[in-house]
Nanobody, 117 residues
Framework: VQLQAYGGGLVQAGGSLRLSCAAS????????MSWFRQAPGKERDFVAS???????SYADSAKGRFTISRDNAKNTVYLQVVSLKPEDTAVYYC????????????WGQGTLVTVSS
């Protein structure tokens, strides 16, 4: 499975953004997809995930402003972010977990989101 994330950019605080991650290859093997983010000088943190049946999960820090969704027909997962804050500045990565695995085995290359104050 190959993942291609895009949609990042420079956004003013208070703005919104939608990130996309397109999966290709053996997408039928994908049970869940997720978004992680890594701020400068920090570790990569989980943001949100969605299963093939639409069950979502969010990090506490993402609840309320982040919405993950998935279009199985397009093999694409989205992350809508509103009311962006400078602390949301990070490289956002998408990941996929195959059926039967408890690990995020596939990763995209990341897309940079920069929020200016």
């Amino acid at each position: 499975v190959q993942l291609q994330a895009y949609g990042g950019g420079l956004v003013q605080a208070g703005g919104s953004l939608r990130l996309s991650c397109a999966a290709s290859g053996r997408t039928g093997d994908t049970y869940a997809m997720s978004w992680f983010r890594q701020a400068p000088g920090k570790e990569r943190d989980f943001v949100a995930s969605v299963t093939s049946t639409g069950t979502t999960s969010y990090a506490d820090s993402a609840k309320g402003r982040f919405t993950i969704s998935r279009d199985n027909a397009k093999n694409t997962v989205y992350l809508q972010v509103v009311s962006l804050k400078p602390e949301d500045t990070a490289v956002y990565y998408c990941a996929a977990r195959p059926w039967g695995s408890y690990k995020w085995d596939y990763w995209g290359q990341g897309t940079l989101v920069t929020v200016s104050s």
